[in-house]
């Protein structure tokens, strides 16, 4: 433990302030202050409660939402089949029965858990968070620990509010520069991926870092946290700031007059102090991307879209060339072609990395006076209930509909295709969301991941489209 | 929870780098509220073809290779998503054991939940196991954190304490936390 005078990083300020207790040889006991649950990952969890006869322990600090499953068709009636509905069910009666609060559909404040956690006020500076959701690393944007975890754990956050934990090593992701036209958080955490490679911050947690960070909004903070777990990393961090505490005033779960003004004083001692040291360090200059898209199978194979697509000859290990010719043999796509061109036909823009105001208002800026190319499907679905309603309040949806595309209600849909919407087999897609594995969005699937620019400007042209060429430029 | 002594198996190759949860049990999968039943959908979308037969290229279709209980993978296996479904589906298959040069984080802590033994080994090591013969049995033993090739020296690989006590005595990591119980209502009071 470090006393006072030693300078600390902000992930070691936010752990050392949650152990609870410390065995030798042992994990560290470590306090969650919010843990979220959704209805693919917690029924196992409640058994076991069940099976040994306990009780949630702290109701009050659990939030619930349906998200995984939730059909986003207008007027909610096609759950998908019978044992979805089950799930949907049985969350239902679990919190009914240990007292959690639960957002479902029709509440006005349903959406994506890393989407409505931040939205509430839930999600503060400092706290310890936890889902049984890889994205959970969404929330670190606001300098909390968020991180996923498996549904044993959730059994045990459940039952003791606590978990096992290894300290982790921390890197520290430094940002310099300023992002060119069309280059967004979206192809900064793409860019990352394709620098340090999927499996590239294992055993890590980041901290963002640098004044291409103090310049995001929280939207797009949330974005680049979102996908620190396709580095390898537990969680990603960045210190609160202006911007942070300015986002967070008058949401229902922040704290509220003198109490707010007491909270963010505590908020503003989280960050890294000078001197404190990460075990590694990484550099990224924004202002040397371009737009990024993903060409191959896992979020690390990305490129600038001016760039061609690698050829396997050129790898520099045997695994290397093995990955490639597997990813290009997958997407169906010839090395060392350039990536512009390619047919696209279906466009999706949404998921807990790009379904927010921020997200809606650039797809948005490219689709308005523009259609939908002839041959390609275009989805639109926000982030939660409340973006929705934002987004119609600023006509988002007429812009979107008057283009051709569908505008859908709140839920995860084509990231992980276990509501209905998917991608049939060898279709290809630009998609907004976070991974392109093999039959993520279906099986068979084919995606390219990248930003909501980009996507939007795949919707419009039919095929994958430097989105430079179409800003600020007449319809 | 299985406790894990020791082991003498085959291998099963799937040399493939960072296969992601996604691949180990497909998302279409996880509409269960049980642990069973997994098995037959591990590795789905490459064990099974269009028509849903039997792919017979795939390792774990081949009949050599029934009853092994040792998967030799590619680096950074398990990335991806937490679905505790990954080892849930492992285990009913029949693995105990997987052998990579890296793991992802989430899937190290929830293969511990369910006493599957994840064997860190160098390239090196690796290596000599990729070309070993594939009908070689492999002996894991533990007690003394060792992995052997027959007529081979014993590749020893790390394993911090707890997660052995966890694997050795199968213990119950719930119950372990529970006894926190004081600590943890003397730290709610300090908040």
Redesign the interface.
């Known amino acids: 433990m470090n006393d006072a005078s030693t300078p600390q990083t902000l992930f070691e300020k936010v752990w050392a302030a949650h152990v609870?207790?410390q065995e030798p040889?042992?994990?560290s006991?470590l306090?969650i202050d919010l843990h979220l649950i959704h209805e693919?990952?917690s029924?196992?969890a409640f058994?076991?409660l069940a099976t040994?006869g306990l009780k949630v322990r702290r109701p009050d600090r659990t939030v619930a939402t349906m998200d995984?499953?939730t059909p986003t068709l207008p007027k909610k009636l096609a759950v998908l089949?019978e044992?979805?509905k089950?799930?949907l069910d049985?969350l239902e009666r679990n919190c009914e029965e240990h007292g959690i609060e639960l957002f479902p559909w029709g509440s006005g404040s349903e959406g994506i858990v890393h989407v409505i956690g931040p939205e509430l006020g839930a999600t503060q500076p400092g706290k310890t968070i936890v889902c049984?959701?890889?994205h959970t690393a969404t929330h670190g944007a606001f300098g909390a620990l968020a991180f996923?975890?498996?549904?044993?754990?959730v059994?045990?956050v459940l039952?003791?509010?606590?978990?096992?934990q290894?300290r982790?090593k921390t890197l520290e992701v430094v940002l310099t520069g300023t992002p060119g036209p069309g280059v967004g958080a979206k192809d900064i955490i793409l860019g990352l991926c394709a620098q340090i490679g999927?499996?590239g911050a294992?055993?890590h947690v980041i901290e963002y870092r640098g004044e291409a960070i103090a310049a995001l909004s929280m939207d797009e903070r949330m974005t680049i946290c979102n996908m620190s777990?396709e580095v390898?990393a537990?969680a990603g961090m960045i210190a609160p700031d202006e911007t942070t505490f300015a986002y967070l005033k008058g949401r229902p779960m922040a704290p509220k007059g003198g109490e707010w003004t007491a909270a963010v004083e505590t908020w503003k001692e989280l960050c890294t102090d000078a001197g404190a040291t990460f075990d590694r360090t990484v550099h990224l200059d924004v202002s040397a991307l371009e737009p990024m898209l993903t060409f191959g199978t896992?979020p690390g194979m990305g490129i600038g879209v001016s760039q061609s697509i690698p050829n396997p000859k050129d790898a520099s290990s045997s695994?290397d060339v093995?990955?490639l010719t597997?990813a290009l043999h997958y997407m169906g796509l010839e090395a060392s072609r350039p990536l512009v061109g390619q047919p696209i036909d279906v466009v999706f823009v949404g998921s807990c990395t790009n379904s927010r105001m921020q997200d809606l208002r650039d797809a948005a800026s490219v689709m308005k006076g523009r259609k939908v190319a002839e041959g390609t499907r275009v989805l639109v679905v926000p982030g939660s209930a409340a973006i929705k309603r934002e987004a119609e309040a600023e006509g988002l949806d007429h812009i979107f509909q008057d283009a051709g595309a569908e505008w859908r209600e709140p839920g995860c849909s084509m990231c992980?295709?276990?509501n209905g919407d998917a991608l049939e087999?060898g279709q290809y897609a630009v998609s907004t969301s976070n991974?392109n594995?093999?039959?993520?969005q279906g099986?068979g699937s084919r995606t390219f991941l990248a930003s909501p620019l980009t996507a939007a400007a795949a919707a419009v042209t039919g095929q994958i489209t430097d989105v430079r060429t179409l800003l600020g430029t007449d319809k | 929870m299985q406790s894990f002594t020791t082991l003498n198996s085959k291998l099963i190759k799937l040399l493939v780098d960072d296969i992601d949860t996604d691949q180990i049990i497909p998302a279409r999968f996880l509409k269960t509220t049980d642990k069973l039943g997994l098995g037959q959908h591990l590795f789905s979308n490459w064990r099974y073809n269009e028509d849903g037969s039997e792919n017979g290229d795939f390792a774990l279709n081949q009949a050599a290779m029934k009853g092994r209980k040792v998967l030799l993978s590619g680096d950074n296996f398990g990335c991806g998503s937490s679905r505790e479904h990954a080892p849930w589906a492992l285990s009913a298959w029949g693995f105990r054991v997987i052998i990579s040069t890296s793991f992802a984080d989430i899937f190290r802590s929830n293969a511990l939940k369910n006493g599957l033994l994840l064997v860190e080994v160098s390239k090196e090591h690796h290596k000599e196991l990729t070309v070993a013969d594939s009908d070689a049995e492999v002996h894991i033993d533990l007690s003394t954190r060792t992995l052997q090739l027959a007529d081979k020296e014993p590749i020893e690989f790390p394993i911090d304490a707890f997660s052995k006590r966890c694997l050795a005595d199968g213990l119950d990591q719930l119950g372990y936390l529970q006894s926190f119980q004081e600590a943890i209502e003397a730290y709610e009071r300090g908040q």
Request: one cysteine or more.
């Open positions: 609870v207790a040889d042992c994990p006991v306090y693919v990952t029924p196992q058994a076991e040994r995984h499953l089949d044992s979805a089950n799930l049985t049984g959701d890889s996923g975890i498996g549904t044993s754990e059994g045990h039952a003791t509010q606590c978990l096992l290894e982790p999927i499996g294992t055993g777990i390898g537990r896992n695994s093995d990955a597997k992980i295709a276990m087999a991974r594995f093999e039959g993520r099986k």
